[in-house]
């Protein structure tokens, strides 16, 4: 989990803080990869106390050999990856040296030990869906224009949605990221009870100077939703405002970045690759841009940027999950995301208006308190 690379990890951190708050004793069991390291020093000391986290490394790094052995069987190469032997192991061993009233596996990809440890142990386990993982490859399928790209998605898809039908259905409950993705889940599987649990936000200094009119992109580069809408905004998007606007600057920050491949300061484009502080670059930056195609769940960091008074212009998908009450611009087409950039860009006090609308529907409807006790109740099955 730590360090905080991407979503993801900082999703987990936002619901382990939550655990924390509803008053749990909480024990860290966690999983490293290559993209997702495990760093003892860059945890903060007082969560590293109250948690203990234990951690193993596995190697999800994508085999060819593996991965068409997956297609041939008809398997999800995308969760086999996780389903390691050494984390079943460490998982099982945590369980013969602790007592545990509840187990909460977060994500997906985690749950490779269920059946193991549905054998051992007695108490509840729930599940926390990061995403409806099926529905981001189907949607990359039905964007993407290479044959070959279309057909192998769509089977990723199909494959994907077996797994979540197995795994939601054998688990107590689910904790979904939004109440769409909760409705998702409760139309299209056999599940026994749900419950959507937002990613909360702390209470933060919103922004206060809005005189920069720049754009900005903030993602992780190693999901491909992120690769897509970064491809989209330099290629469509910003080339188009730029006619407007030819002074406007573009950045594109994010972790697992090519700074090289995507850095163009000649035409505008400044790639300044991972962010260790987004406090105080939330307080430097603009407009947050983010041409979102497909996905499930919720777009983090668009949450995050609302949270710090950003103004944000995005697309229904990543808008998706987050209720509309104008506290962000949601264009239904690329040319639409180029005119509300544009008004943006040549208004300071639309940038304001929108950026302190969006400070306040945070602290609205993300509060940690709240979300606090509506996870205690579903928790403890009342």
């Keep these: ?17 939550l655990l924390l708050s ?3 004793d909480v024990k860290n069991i966690t999983v490293s990869t290559h993209k997702h390291p495990f760093n003892r020093e860059a ?9 203990q986290p234990v951690n193993v490394f596995i190697d999800t790094s994508l085999k060819a050999h593996s991965a068409l052995l997956s297609l041939i069987k008809g398997a ?14 460490l998982i099982m061993n945590e369980l013969s040296t602790n007592h545990f009233d509840v187990i909460i596996f977060d994500g997906l990809y985690s749950s490779g030990p269920l059946t193991d440890l549905k054998e051992k142990f007695s108490g509840k386990i729930f599940l926390r869906a990061h995403n409806v993982e099926y529905k981001i490859w189907s949607q990359l399928s039905e ?27 054998s688990v107590e409950g689910i904790l979904a990221i939004t109440s769409l993705d909760e ?3 409760v139309s ?33 580069m190693n999901w491909e939703p992120n690769i897509e809408a970064v491809r989209i905004l330099i290629t469509d998007i910003y080339p188009k ?9 573009l950045k594109i920050a994010g972790s697992n970045m090519d700074v090289k491949e995507i850095d163009d300061p000649e035409n505008g484009v400044i790639a300044v690759g991972f962010i260790k502080d987004l406090e105080n670059w939330y307080q430097s930056e603009g407009i947050f841009v983010s041409p979102i195609q497909s996905g499930s769940g919720v777009r983090i960091k668009i949450l995050e940027a609302l949270n710090h008074g950003i103004p944000v212009v995005t697309t229904r998908k990543g808008a998706l999950g987050i209720p509309d009450e104008g506290q962000l611009l949601i264009a239904e087409s690329n040319d639409e995301i180029v005119e509300k950039v544009i008004d943006l860009s040549s208004n300071e006090s639309l940038r304001k208006e929108l950026g302190q609308k969006a400070a306040q529907f945070i602290r609205d409807h993300y509060s940690v308190e709240q979300t606090s006790n509506r996870l205690n109740t579903f928790l403890n099955g009342r």
């Design 1 to 17: 989990m730590f360090p905080l690379v991407d979503g993801g990890c900082r999703a987990s951190h936002n619901f382990l803080q």
């Design 22 to 24: 509803g008053g749990h």
């Design 43 to 51: 945890f903060p000391q007082d969560l590293y106390n109250n948690i």
């Design 76 to 89: 999800s190469y995308n969760f086999e990856r996780f389903n390691d032997q050494k984390w079943t192991n």
């Design 143 to 169: 964007h993407s224009r290479n044959p070959f790209k279309k057909w192998y998605y769509k089977s990723l898809s199909r494959q994907l949605k077996r797994v979540e039908q197995e795994v939601f259905s």
């Design 183 to 185: 409705k998702t889940i």
């Design 188 to 220: 299209e599987f056999a599940v026994k009870q749900t419950i959507s649990i937002p990613f909360t936000q702390p209470e933060v200094n919103p922004k206060k100077d809005y005189s920069s009119c720049n754009l900005f992109h903030l993602g992780s």
């Design 241 to 249: 405002v730029r006619k407007s606007l030819p002074s406007l600057k």
